[in-house]
């Protein structure tokens, strides 16, 4: 972060295994995610459409700038991360902003991660091809 930048609010969110530290500033709705624009960074429309979720729920679109840094997992878990951050962020500048946020589901961290590989078999869930003979 620059020395003397003023941030209203300040956010981290988390999905799988993705931490989005979020910082908002007032501005003309500028999305950087680890230096890069987020149309850059997501190039998918869909990944771009979830990061900017809260900010249209809330009417909030083009009024503040948005700084991001991202770590771990894949493009969608940042994605979602990255959305859960604004929205807390969001809610820091604005207790108000609740009613919107809450019953869409943007407060709450989404628990489902990866099942994990058991033994003696292929994955999670896979089996090995059973031979009778």
């Known amino acids: 972060m620059a020395k003397g930048t003023t941030y209203l609010g300040t956010?981290?969110?988390?999905?799988?295994t993705s931490v989005a530290r979020?910082?908002?500033?007032?501005?003309?709705?500028v999305i950087e995610v680890n230096g890069s624009p987020s149309r850059d960074y997501f190039k998918?429309?869909?990944?771009?459409?979830i990061v900017e979720e809260p900010l249209k729920l809330t009417n909030t679109l083009e009024r503040y700038d948005i700084k991001a840094n991202i770590n771990g997992g894949g493009l969608t878990g940042q994605a979602g991360a990255l959305r859960h951050g604004i929205s807390r962020a969001l809610l820091e500048i604005?207790?108000?902003?609740?009613?919107?946020?809450?019953?869409?589901?943007?407060?709450?961290?989404?628990?489902?991660?990866?099942?994990?590989?058991?033994?003696?078999?292929?994955?999670?869930?896979?089996?090995?091809?059973?031979?009778?003979?």
Do not use: I, N, W
Request: hydrophobic share 25%.
């Open 22 to 29: 979020v910082y908002l500033k007032p501005g003309t709705g």
């Open 94 to 133: 604005d207790s108000k902003h609740r009613g919107l946020l809450r019953p869409a589901g943007f407060l709450t961290r989404d628990p489902r991660r990866r099942e994990r590989k058991k033994y003696g078999q292929k994955g999670a869930r896979a089996r090995f091809q059973f031979s009778k003979r």
């Open 44 to 49: 998918r429309d869909v990944l771009q459409m």
């Open 11 to 16: 956010g981290t969110g988390r999905r799988k």
